[in-house]
């Protein structure tokens, strides 16, 4: 599973970028981008922080 991101949703808060143990997302344009897909471990944690529900663990498939 990747994070992936609704962009249309995505406020650019920062939230997921926090939450990451790892360094998946950035920030670009006032918005969050899966920058380094293959350090997501599957925690979790960037769905669970993202106030607006933009944020979805995905088959990569
Ligand atoms: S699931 Fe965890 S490791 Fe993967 S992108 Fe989200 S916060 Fe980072
Ligand atoms: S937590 Fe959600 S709204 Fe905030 S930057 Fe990440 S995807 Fe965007």
Same mark, same amino acid.
Request: proline share 12%.
């Given at each position: 599973m990747i994070p992936q991101i609704s962009l249309p949703l995505c406020? @650019? +808060?920062g939230a997921c970028v926090e939450a990451c143990? @790892? #360094?998946?997302f950035i920030l670009e344009n006032e918005k969050s981008r899966?920058?380094?897909? #293959? $350090?997501?471990? $599957? +925690?979790g944690a960037c769905e669970e922080s993202c106030p607006v529900g933009a944020v979805s663990l995905v088959d990569p498939a």
């Open positions: 406020t @650019g +808060c143990p @790892g #360094e998946v899966v920058a380094l897909p #293959e $350090e997501c471990i $599957e +925690c």
